[in-house]
T-cell receptor
Framework: GAGVSQTPSNKVTEKGKYVELRCDPI?????LYWYRQSLGQGPEFLIY????????DSGLPNDRFFAVRPEGSVSTLKIQRTERGDSAVYLC?????????????FGQGTRLTVV | GDSVTQMEGPVTLSEEAFLTINCTYT??????LFWYVQYPGEGLQLLLK?????DKGSNKGFEATYRKETTSFHLEKGSVQVSDSAVYFC??????????????FGQGTRLTINP
């Protein structure tokens, strides 16, 4: 596609449920990032993939959060036993490589609301 | 750890006014600095960047100069337009400390330009 695509755009779930958020990066981009943006705040880094592997998952808040990218393209962020504090906009970005001087392109995000 | 602080918004200006959005940072290493913009209904977009001290990034009439002595990267535009209304995020990437792939964002500044 022309840009980074994230689905769904909105997700409402009940506390304790499991959710999956999907990211389709720009074709050919090897680097993929997930960020979380709480209301009134800037995005916070969660995890970075280079190809199929998670090169840096230091931003994942706890073991309820997990992400995969099995074929080096589409990525899924998985949240188990959701809590109200998980409510935020989850942003995905991709870049051609993981190097500093390659621009990261962001999707429009998935707004997750846990009720 | 590394951090970015932006002037709080919202900022409201009249068309053709001069714009400054302040941004200061704290970093252990030698970061690259960025301004991202989020227009209504769209994803984050890179506006400009600077990778070393005294570099000036510029795009679409916006400018920001990397000032190591004051640890600042203030965004300026000489004459704003209604179409500049958006949320602006200052960010850094510290390749030595945090890895080139991880962006640290400020909290964002909402700018509204009135005709």
């Amino acid at each position: 596609g022309a840009g980074v695509s994230q689905t769904p755009s909105n997700k409402v779930t009940e506390k304790g449920k499991y959710v999956e958020l999907r990211c389709d990066p720009i074709s050919g981009h090897t680097a993929l990032y997930w960020y979380r943006q709480s209301l009134g705040q800037g995005p916070e880094f969660l995890i970075y993939f280079q190809g199929t592997g998670a090169a840096d998952d230091s931003g994942l808040p706890n073991d309820r959060f997990f992400a995969v990218r099995p074929e080096g393209s589409v990525s899924t962020l998985k949240i188990q036993r959701t809590e109200r504090g998980d409510s935020a906009v989850y942003l995905c970005a991709s870049s051609l490589t993981g190097r500093l001087n390659t621009e990261a392109f962001f999707g429009q995000g998935t707004r997750l609301t846990v009720v | 750890g590394d951090s970015v602080t932006q002037m709080e918004g919202p900022v409201t200006l009249s068309e053709e006014a001069f714009l400054t959005i302040n941004c200061t940072y704290t970093a252990t290493g030698y970061p690259s600095l960025f301004w991202y913009v989020q227009y209504p209904g769209e994803g984050l977009q890179l506006l400009l960047k600077a990778t070393k001290a005294d570099d000036k990034g510029s795009n679409k009439g916006f400018e920001a100069t990397y000032r190591k002595e004051t640890t600042s990267f203030h965004l300026e535009k000489g004459s704003v337009q209604v179409s500049d209304s958006a949320v602006y995020f200052c960010a850094l990437s510290d390749p030595i400390i945090q890895g080139a792939q991880k962006l640290v964002f400020g909290q964002g500044t909402r700018l509204t330009i009135n005709p």
